[in-house]
């Protein structure tokens, strides 16, 4: 009685995984935002599998190594709407990124500077 039990189970498991949409399969960039101002540029993107995702953060006013930091965040990918900024201030470099649509405001060392961001995931395994 055992065996059909675990037959069953086993095509049942391979029958969700292949309704799976390939996105949802895929690791990739989920969302990214990027702003400059002079010489300053500024880029966060999201990766992973689903959302929210991994957060990943490139500066030109950060050293050559940015630590991995917890974030808050605030995600909807419906609504078009972000909120992530750095969950304590542990004297690294701070900001507060806000969203809404494509286009968003980076708020970092007195400066509030105008974004772009990009909603559309990109899949890395093409």
Request: charged residues 25%.
């Amino acid at each position: 009685m055992e065996r059909p039990c675990r037959w069953i189970g086993t095509r049942l498991l391979w029958a969700l995984l292949c309704c799976l949409s390939p996105a949802v399969i895929a690791s990739g960039s989920l969302f990214q935002f990027e702003a400059s101002q002079g010489t300053f540029h500024f880029t966060l993107e999201m990766t992973g599998r689903q959302d929210p995702g991994a957060i990943q953060v490139m500066s030109s006013d950060f050293k050559s190594y940015m630590p991995h930091r917890t974030y808050y965040i605030e995600f909807n990918r419906a609504q078009k709407r972000a909120y992530i900024r750095p969950r304590e201030r542990d004297g690294l470099p701070w900001f507060e990124m806000d969203v809404v649509g494509n286009t968003g405001v980076l708020h970092y060392k007195g400066r509030r500077i105008v974004g772009k961001a990009e909603w559309t995931p990109e899949d890395w395994n093409d």
